[in-house]
């Protein structure tokens, strides 16, 4: 409300000269009548709109024609009293009752004798479930358009988290089941717990804060929200948009147990994981160490077989290889080849040996026509070579002189003459 709407009317009792014009023209020497505020404030709160709002109903009071009904947000510490007339109270489908979520059309009323404002009831309907699955199913749909939903921003939970962030309710069932449950299947398992209330008004604001404590907390591997099992009323804080949005922001993988198998709420469908139950959560988020020691037996059994298979196959392929004959008996290649060189050997004497006698009876056959050829055989035939004193060989007898010395060779040796008659050249000797 404006200081300048808060004007003084023309018929106040007061001179209009001594009654300020609006509220911030007003002092302690020039004051307004109390009246007129009233009055101005009146006439301000009856230009509000009516406003349809949700609540839930925690006092109901009725007398005679008049009910007065306390209602509380459904997610705020946040109430307001309303007046409701018993001619709109017998318009209701259903008795009103404490804990009955309500929508109703407010109008704001200023009582000017008293200085009251009350909340007049126009109109007030019970929220039935039929209501709140219709809005539940809008908002999903609205989340999923927005891919929150979708399975590609999943997180994968880790093989075995160090730590597990559990957030329930204090002292609870389900905060009982996931923790002996998962002991019983990795007993070395550790949680990191955050009690909270899992309905009511409170809910939302301490489920989303134990959310963030535990996203921020470096030991935490992955968050698990349980809860049992309810009516729709007491499941439908995990269906509020804020906490769904909480969850999809979240850094750590998370896990919905809330309820039973046929419970739905957002939560499920916006979380890395959805379990049907509190103890499937824990079966879910932990392995079972029997199990996994099984697992190492048939593994190593596994791995045993393969080496002794490896083993067996590689011993056969040696076991073949040394029966090779080159491995069995490795100088047998020496004896090879030493009879290779051995029989070359012979060969190359045969040869050779045969080479020399075919050379030696040429030799023989060249040496005996040489010999045939030689001065030597024709003195053998009868033939006898002449030779001065000087042992140059007579051709002519003009190279002879009567009485002169020769010497004559012949086969058998050699002998001197003398010749005695005139050579005629050109006769036979």
Not at 98 to 106: C, N
Not at 145 to 154: T, V
């Given at each position: ?379 053998d035939r009868g033939y006898a070579v002449v030779q001065t004193p000087d042992g140059h060989v007579v051709r002519d ?33």
């Amino acid at each position: 409300m404006t200081s300048e709407g808060l004007r003084a009317p023309a018929d106040e009792a007061r001179p209009a000269s001594t009654v300020p014009a609006t509220a911030a023209e007003t002092s302690p020497d020039s004051p307004w009548p109390l009246h007129l505020l009233s009055e101005k404030l009146k006439a301000h709160i009856e230009r509000a709109p009516a406003a349809w709002v949700e609540g839930q109903v925690i006092e109901l009071t009725r007398r005679s024609s008049m009910c007065y009904i306390t209602l509380r947000d459904v997610d705020s510490e946040v109430s307001l009293s309303l007046s409701v007339y018993g001619t709109v109270m017998d318009r209701v489908s259903s008795p009103l009752e404490r804990g009955s979520r309500v929508v109703a059309r407010l109008k704001p009323d200023f009582w000017i004798k008293t200085g009251r404002l009350s909340m007049q009831t126009i109109d007030i309907r019970p929220v039935g479930i039929g209501d709140l699955l219709a809005r539940i199913e809008r908002l999903r749909q609205a989340l999923a358009a927005e891919g929150l939903f979708s399975a590609a921003r999943k997180k994968p939970l880790p093989l075995l988290p160090h730590r597990i962030g559990l957030i329930t309710g204090r002292n609870s069932d389900a905060m009982k089941d996931v923790m002996r449950n998962a002991a019983l299947r990795w007993p070395a398992v550790e949680f990191e717990v955050r009690e909270v209330a899992v309905q009511g008004v409170s809910s939302v604001a301490q489920v989303s804060a134990a959310l963030a404590e535990l996203d921020a907390h470096p030991l935490v591997d992955v968050i698990i929200i349980a809860r049992g099992g309810g009516a729709l009323e007491d499941l439908l804080p995990f269906s509020d948009e804020s906490l769904v949005r909480a969850v999809a922001r979240a850094a750590t993988p998370v896990v919905s147990a809330i309820g039973h198998e046929a419970d739905r709420p957002l939560l499920d469908e916006v979380a890395d994981l959805r379990a049907s139950t509190p103890t499937d959560a824990a079966k879910r988020v932990v392995p079972d160490v029997s199990e996994e020691l099984g697992r190492i037996a048939q593994a190593r059994a596994t791995l045993e077989r393969s080496i002794r298979v490896l083993v067996h196959r590689e011993s056969e392929s040696l076991a073949n290889l040394r029966s090779r004959p080159s491995l069995a008996r490795p100088e047998g290649m020496i004896d090879v080849r030493e009879a290779d060189v051995e029989r070359l050997r012979s060969r190359a004497r045969r040869s050779t040996s045969a080479a020399v006698d075919r050379e030696a009876d040429a030799v023989l056959h060249l040496r005996e026509r040489v010999r045939s050829l030689s001065p030597q055989k024709t003195l053998d035939r009868g033939y006898a070579v002449v030779q001065t004193p000087d042992g140059h060989v007579v051709r002519d007898p003009s190279e002879v002189e009567a009485g002169g010395a020769l010497r004559v060779r012949v086969a058998g040796g050699q002998f001197g003459v003398v010749a005695e008659d005139e050579p005629v050249p050109g006769a036979a000797s």
